[in-house]
Every structure is written in C-alpha cells, then in structure tokens.
C-alpha cells in the first residue's frame, strides 16, 4: 500500500430491529463522523442476508431495511461521498463466502462466540446441543468474512462482541492467501474506546433484547414518555444525587458538551429534583434529535428513493466487486477452458510449467518413467531399466537438473526441444 492510498473502512448493521438511542450514539454518530475523515474510504451495508439468520419474518426484514437505510441518510451520510449499499444486492458476496466456506475448518467455528453462545444454552437446558441452531448461525462468520474481504477494507468499527469475527475473517484470507496467492487483504477490528455504551432505561446496557430501549426516531412524546421511565433512585427534590451509577445522567452526558455535563453534575450535587432532570435530559437530546426526526420522517415517506439509492451504491460497489470476483475465482481454478494453453504450444509450456515424474512396469518386464509437464502433456519417455532402483536414480538425477549421461535414455515427445527439457527440468531443480 502506498502512503497515500486511502485506509478502507468498512460497517455493516443486521436489519432485523428499528434503531435505537444505544446504537445512535454506539454505532450511527460515530461512523458519520468517521466518514468525513480525509484519507478514508467508507463503506457502510446493510446486512440482510445476516438478518435471515435470526429473523424468519419477511415483513420485519424489509421493515428494518427501509428503516436502517432512512437512519443512515437522516443522520448524515452522503451517499456520494461513501459506499452505501445492501448487502443481498451483491451477488459476489455470497459467492466469496462459498470460496471461503471451503477453506474454513469446522472447528474454527465450533468457537465462534454467537454459535457457541447457542449451543451453550441448549446444554444448559439439559438439550441437544444442536436445538433450533440453523447452518446459517455456524456460517456467520464466514458469511461476515465475506462482507469484509470482498472490499478489501482495512479497519472494522465493532463492538467487543464482534471483534472475534474480525479475527476469523483475517485467518480466513491468511488461508486463502497461503492457497491461492496474495489476493486478499487482511482486516483488523477497530474498538473506539472513546465511543459511550448507553444504559438503557433500566440502567443495563440499552438493548432490543433487554426491552430497555428508547428508538431513535420516538415521536417527541413518546420519547418524553420514555426518558421520564428511566428508573433513579428515591431520593426527593433538594436532596443531593450522585451522578455514579446514574443512567439519567450518563446518557445526559452522551449527548451534551462537556460544560454542560459539569452543569448537570453541579445540578445533581444542589439536588435537582429527578422531574427536572428528566425534563433536562429530554430538551437536550431532542435538541439534537429532532432535526433527523424530520429528515427521517420525510425519507421513511420515500421508499422508492431509498431503493434507488441504493440500488446506486450497489452499482458502485460491484464496480469493483465484479472484477476482483473474476480474479479470486481465477485464482482457484474457477477458469474458462478456452483460456488452457493449446497442445500446440507444448515448447512454450514445457518452459513455464512445473514438470513432474511417472514411474511404471510395462509388459516387458522393464521399468520406465515418463517426465509429464504440470497440464499432464508428455514431454519425454524413457527407454527400459532393468531394476526400479536403475530408473529411480535417473529421475533423481533429472530432478536435480542434469541430463548428462542420460541423454540416450530419454526421447522427447513431439514438439518438444531439448531446450525446453532442460529448462523445465532446471524449473524443477529451483522449485
Ligand atoms: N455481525 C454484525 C452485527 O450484527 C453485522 C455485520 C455483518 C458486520 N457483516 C459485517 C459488521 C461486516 C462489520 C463488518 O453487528
């Protein structure tokens, strides 16, 4: 890479839910501001094919296509600027993933923490291991994987429990690497420790799963509902209140300045009454919201211009996914027929291909060996040796390289020079 190229990065989120505060200030903030980063080259999917691995409802899938995408244009992205696509709108990528499915050992992801997870569970329940575990849960990584290598990004903004998956897809290309030739990049997770985990109402980390989550896009009352649920401790108004293991005010403090939070703080510590706080807290995230809310509002209105831009980022992406698709399909022997050297051109092969020995007993009770080029094509044929030790010690002097004294012995198949012998032998000697 020369120090100019650009650092690819590169986010995928799973479109089975409706975004919400957690993965606004976790996920969407974030990104935004990393895209407009100078020197970079941003790729943001949506991950629907993932999606099929834990949601079976073709209404909630297309719900939350719609509604990921509307989130993405509504807090900021220029889809000029960035690639914004959807991942079942690339055909290559499910077709890397079956490259990359063969060389993945099913050990490998045996320990993969969401299957594992699964498995543990049933086991727990005294169940089959394998209980409600689909083949698409034990292929997520490598499904993952290919979201990755196929556009050769660099970096990987996750969440901790994601940074395994990041591993697996750098020991996958490292494999398919080693097999095949330097084709694939080789990823690393990226984990901003700066980025706020938001506690959800309930003061757990805010998550789907936990039923302590406030959408993204809450009409105002709702959302005034919800930030008014959020659970504090008994504490009356006029009496001081500790900021330390206050949800209220950590998630306060994921969206305002630092010299708001302080005032914040010194509101807690002069006993700000929780009513006041709360009201606090609302004003200042719709603040920040409410601009997206509008945007949000009038593109979730527009479905067919959603689908449309994305269907551009898909045309841009495969711009590059096509081609570099040939070549790795290529490299594994994916090839045209049409495109194997002609018999005719046995001279010029026999000087590229790697030759190799065959050894045999014929009728006559004699012991041969044939030297074949690396596409089986005959380039010389022995006379008969009285022992298999005689013709043994022949090809491992024709495996170093020199033919001399062996000359007689050896006659060249059609169209073959004594050059082109040699010099794949000598081929054979460095290799
Ligand atoms: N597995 C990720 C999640 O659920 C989503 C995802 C799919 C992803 N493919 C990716 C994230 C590639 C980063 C890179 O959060």
Not at 387 to 392: E, F, L, R, V
Request: hydrophobic share 40%.
């Amino acid at each position: 890479m020369s120090p100019t190229a650009p650092i690819r990065f590169l986010t995928g989120i799973t479109t089975t839910g409706t975004p919400h505060l957690g993965n606004y200030v976790g996920a969407f903030r974030p990104a935004i501001e990393a895209s407009r980063r100078p020197g970079t080259e941003n790729f943001y999917f949506l991950a629907d094919y993932h999606a099929l691995i834990k949601c079976d409802e073709p209404a909630r899938v297309q719900r939350s296509t719609l509604e990921i995408a509307a989130t993405w244009l509504a807090v900021g992205l220029d889809p000029e600027r960035v690639l914004f696509y959807r991942q079942s709108d690339i055909p290559e990528i499910p077709e890397l993933t079956w490259l990359l499915t063969c060389l993945t050992g099913k050990g490998v992801l045996n320990r993969a923490h969401a299957y594992k997870a699964s498995v543990d569970k049933n086991l727990a329940a005294g169940n089959d291991p394998d209980v409600d575990v689909t083949a698409g849960l034990f292929m997520y990584p490598v499904l993952m994987a290919a979201d990755i290598l196929m556009f050769k990004a660099h970096k990987i903004p996750v969440g901790r429990d994601q940074v395994q998956h990041v591993e697996m897809a750098r020991d996958i290309a490292n494999s398919f690497n080693h097999l095949y030739g330097d084709l694939l990049v080789l990823p690393e997770a990226q984990i901003d420790e700066t980025v706020a985990l938001l506690p959800g109402v309930d003061g757990r980390k805010m998550s789907k799963s936990y039923d302590n989550h406030i959408p993204l896009f809450a009409p105002r009352e709702q959302l005034r509902k919800l930030i008014a649920g959020i659970v504090t401790d008994s504490r009356a108004p006029g009496e001081p209140k500790a900021t330390e293991g206050s949800a209220l005010f950590q998630i306060y403090e994921a969206f305002a300045s630092v010299d708001e939070t302080a005032q914040f703080a010194k509101a807690f510590a002069a006993g700000i009454s929780w009513a006041d706080a709360k009201q606090q807290l609302f004003e200042r995230i719709d603040q920040e919201i409410s601009p997206l809310r509008e945007r949000y509002e009038s593109l979730i209105a527009d479905p067919a211009l959603i689908e449309a831009t994305l269907r551009r980022g898909a045309e841009k992406a495969r711009a590059t996914a096509t081609p570099y698709m040939r070549q790795l399909r290529e490299a594994v022997g994916l090839r045209s027929l049409a495109s194997q050297a002609a018999p005719a051109k046995k001279d010029k092969q026999a000087k590229a291909a790697l030759p190799s020995f065959k050894q045999y007993r014929e009728a006559d009770g004699l012991h041969y060996f044939k030297v074949v080029d690396a596409g089986g094509t005959l380039l010389a044929q022995s006379t008969g040796f009285g022992s298999p030790q005689d013709a043994g010690r022949a090809v491992a002097q024709l495996k170093q390289g020199r033919l001399d004294g062996l000359q007689d012995t050896l006659q060249l198949a059609d169209g073959v020079t004594p050059a082109a012998l040699t010099q794949a032998l000598a081929l054979l000697a460095q290799a």
